[in-house]
C-alpha cells in the first residue's frame, strides 16, 4: 500500500515547472522579508543595549505560532483551496509588516512579530505541499532544491539587506520593504496553477468522502527518527542563532554589515549544498539509505558550530559557516524527499506542518537557552558547548537510525517475499 501511495504521490503528468518558478519566486521574496524584519529587529535590540533574553524573546515570538498552531495549519493546507490561503495570508502579513513598522512599544512589537509568524504558520506547509503536486517523481529532487535555493537566497539576502539598511535608515525602511515582499505571497496564489485543498484535491483512496487518510506521524519509524534526530541536534545547536549576534558584534568587534554578510554565508552553503545533494537523492531510492546520510550531514553541521569558535575575526567564519551551510542544505533536500515519498499527497499539509513544529519547537528550546546562557558566560565558550553538545546528539541518534533503517529493509523483504508467495509459480 506504501508503494502505491508514494506513485500516486506525485503528477502523472508533464511536470508544471511554470508553476515551480512562481512558487520558488513567492518563497524566495517572502523569505528575504522574513529575515530581513528578523535581523532588522535582533540589530535594533541590540544597537539599544539589550540583553539575550530579549533577542530570544523575540525569536521565541517569532517561532511560538509555528509550533503551537500546527494541528490546525496543516489541516488548512490539506482542507483548505490553497489559491485562497496564499491570497488571503499574504495581505494580512502585509499588513501586519506595515503596523510593524510604526511600532513603537516592545509588547507591540513581540505581538506583531507573533502575528507576522502565524501567516508563516499557514504559507510554510502550503508551499511545502504544493511543490509535490507540481512535478514528477524523478523531476521532485531538481523542484526541490530550486524551491530550497530561493528560501535561502531570501534568507541570505534578508541578513545582509538589513545590516545596511539599519545602518544607513533604521528600522523602519526595512519592514516597510519586508511588508512589500509579502505581496509576491498574493501573486503566486493567483497565478499558479496547481492547487490544493477544497474540492479539487481529494484522492481516489479516500473514497470520495473529501477527509484527508488517517496519516499519522508515529505510524512510519523512518520518519519518526528522521524528524526526532533532527529536532534533537537543532535544539542542542539552536543556541547560537542567539549568540551569534553578540558573538560577531562584541567578541569579534564586528559592524552590522559584516553581521548580515558573515552570517549569510551559512545560508549561501545551503543553496550549494541543495544543488549538490539533489543530484546524490536521484540516485537514493533506498530511503534507510537517505536517513543515514542526512544524520552524517547533521553531524557536518555541529562540527561547523565548533570550528568556528576558535575564529579571531568575523571573516574566517565565512569558510567555516559555508561548509556547515552545505551540509544543511543537503540535510534538507533528504528530509524533504523523504516526507514527499513517504506520506499520502492529501495528507502533507499536516506533515508538513508537524515537520516544520518538531524543528522550531527545538529551535524555540535554544532560544531559551542562548537567552539564559548569555547572561552567566561569553559567547566563545557557549558556541564551544553547542558545537560539542550537537556531536554528542549526533552520535546518540545513530543507533535509533540503524535500527529504524534496519526494521524498514526488513519489512521490505518481508513484503516481497509475501507478494513472491501468492503469484502462480506458472508464471
Same mark, same amino acid.
Given at each position: ?40 529587529? /535582533? ?10 533574553? $530579549? ?6 515570538? $517569532? ?34 509588516? +506595515?503596523?510593524? $513598522?510604526? /511600532?513603537?512599544?516592545?509588547?507591540? %512589537?513581540?505581538?506583531?512579530? $507573533? ?86 484535491? %481529494?484522492? &481516489? ?11 499519522? +506521524?508515529?505510524?512510519?519509524?523512518? +520518519? ?6 533532527? &529536532?534533537?541536534?537543532? /535544539? ?34 545551503? %543553496? ?8 546524490? &537523492? ?40 559555508? &561548509? ?15 516526507? /514527499? ?52 546528539? %549526533? ?33
Amino acid at each position: 500500500m506504501k508503494d502505491y501511495l508514494r506513485n500516486m504521490s506525485f503528477t502523472t503528468g508533464p511536470s508544471r515547472w511554470s508553476d515551480v518558478w512562481l512558487a520558488t519566486a513567492a518563497r524566495g521574496i517572502s523569505s528575504c522579508g522574513d529575515f530581513l524584519a528578523a535581523s532588522a529587529l /535582533a540589530l535594533a535590540l541590540q544597537s539599544a543595549g539589550a540583553g539575550g533574553l $530579549a533577542v530570544s524573546g523575540l525569536l521565541l515570538a $517569532a517561532a511560538l505560532p509555528l509550533v503551537a498552531l500546527a494541528p490546525l495549519t496543516g489541516r488548512l493546507a490539506d482542507r483548505v483551496d490553497s489559491r485562497l490561503l496564499l491570497t488571503i495570508t499574504g495581505l494580512a502579513q502585509a499588513a501586519t509588516c +506595515l503596523a510593524l $513598522a510604526y /511600532a513603537g512599544h516592545p509588547v507591540l %512589537v513581540i505581538a506583531l512579530v $507573533a502575528l507576522l509568524a502565524t501567516g508563516l504558520a499557514v504559507t510554510q506547509p502550503v508551499l511545502s505541499a504544493l511543490v509535490p503536486a507540481m512535478v514528477r517523481a524523478e523531476d521532485f529532487p531538481r523542484a526541490g532544491a530550486l524551491n530550497q535555493t530561493a528560501g535561502t537566497l531570501g534568507a541570505l539576502a534578508g541578513p545582509a539587506l538589513a545590516g545596511v539598511l539599519v545602518g544607513g535608515f533604521g528600522t523602519r525602511v526595512p519592514l516597510l520593504v519586508d511588508a512589500v515582499s509579502y505581496l509576491a505571497l498574493v501573486a503566486a496564489g493567483l497565478l499558479i496553477r496547481t492547487r490544493r485543498g477544497g474540492r479539487r484535491s %481529494v484522492p &481516489a483512496s479516500t473514497g470520495g468522502t473529501g477527509l484527508a487518510p488517517a496519516w499519522r +506521524l508515529g505510524r512510519d519509524p523512518l +520518519l519518526v527518527v528522521m524528524v526526532g534526530s533532527l &529536532a534533537a541536534v537543532v /535544539a542542542a545547536v539552536g543556541a547560537i542563532n542567539v549568540i551569534e549576534v553578540f558573538f560577531i558584534r562584541e567578541t569579534l568587534h564586528s559592524s552590522t554589515t559584516v553581521y548580515g554578510l558573515v552570517t549569510g554565508s551559512w545560508t549561501l552553503g545551503i %543553496v550549494i549544498g541543495g544543488w549538490l545533494f539533489a543530484r546524490v &537523492a536521484r540516485r537514493l531510492t533506498d530511503d534507510g539509505a537517505l536517513l543515514g546520510a542526512g544524520l552524517a550531514l547533521l553531524g557536518g553541521c555541529c562540527l561547523a558550530v565548533l570550528a568556528s569558535a576558535a575564529v579571531p575575526s568575523a571573516w574566517l567564519l565565512v569558510p567555516i559557516w559555508l &561548509a556547515g551551510g552545505v551540509g544543511n542544505g543537503g540535510d534538507n533536500v533528504f528530509n524533504n524527499l523523504l516526507l /514527499a515519498r513517504r506520506v499520502p499527497e492529501a495528507a502533507r499539509g499536516r506533515a508538513y506542518a508537524v515537520f516544520g513544529a518538531a524543528v522550531q519547537g527545538a529551535g524555540m528550546a535554544g532560544y531559551l537557552a542562548g537567552g539564559l546562557l548569555l547572561a552567566v558566560a561569553e559567547p566563545r565558550p557557549l558556541f564551544v558547548g553547542c558545537g560539542v553538545v550537537g556531536l554528542l546528539v %549526533v552520535a546518540a541518534a545513530a543507533a535509533p537510525v540503524r535500527r529504524a533503517v534496519r526494521a524498514e529493509r526488513g519489512g521490505q523483504v518481508a513484503a516481497r517475499g509475501a507478494e513472491l508467495a501468492t503469484q502462480s509459480p506458472l508464471r
